[in-house]
């Protein structure tokens, strides 16, 4: 069974599950997740690479679909990871993403992948965002923050030290025509604060979906990537007033700001509206 792009397109939640823990592979399913990721890469040892990906093809095989998170460009894995992808007509997620013409060259070599998401977790993706989220196949770039902190000499969980990371990913998507970027990992699998907070920060800076760790997070993931109440009243208030320019809670609205109100009511009957360009709520929101 295909993945369709509007799941990648408006996924809130995207749980990761390593691919040698095939025990894990159907819970992960049931934690509700929008999108379930399963991981050749990082989650998987060298010796272990071959026998995760054949757990996945099988998996794969028998009607469940997932995005795959394959091994990087230039990985004695990576060819084979897309192969098998490709095969069971799954997405891929591409680590170390940062050339446009290595991603052509991968979706070539597989003989054409459904879609792509480029997790950009280095200083050159960042600074080939646009490039990167121009791809042909591309459907919506993710943050990779633990690796990128790691290049750049800072803590992951440093809010100011990746915002211009996160700022440039959300300008890229928006301007070439993508979904609004996935954000990266909380690594504090229990800390519930810093979950909100992290959450907070990048729905803050335009993001509409974040990558999970642990099923904990993903029920609250899932709700704090939505529209809260007063999203919703003021989002309401202002479609019912019409499409002609107009005054709102003493705020004036126009078409910009119609077209934002729409896509929160899409977004209440639980999913982003799938063609994000920002974050959602009143204007006044902070």
Known sequence: ???????????????FVPGDRPDRFDKAVATGADVVILDLEDAVAAPDKRRARDHAAVWLGAGNSALVRINAPGTPWCDDDLAMAAECGMPVMVPKAEDPLVLAGLA???????????LIET????????EVCATPGAVRVALGNVDLAGQLGVAHDDHVALAYARSRLVSASAATGRCAPVDGVTTGVRDVDALAADIAHGRRLGFTGKLCVHPAQVPVVAERFGPTASEREWARAVVAAGDSVTVVDGQMVDKPL????????????GRPAQTPRGRPGPPSDK
């Open 123 to 130: 200083a050159a993706g960042i600074e080939r965002a646009v």
């Open 1 to 15: 069974m295909s993945m369709p792009v509007s799941r990648l397109e408006t996924a809130r939640s995207l749980l």
């Open 258 to 269: 119609l077209e934002r109100a729409r896509r929160i009511l899409a977004a209440d009957g």
């Open 108 to 118: 070539s070599r597989a003989g054409g992948v459904p879609f792509l998401i480029p």
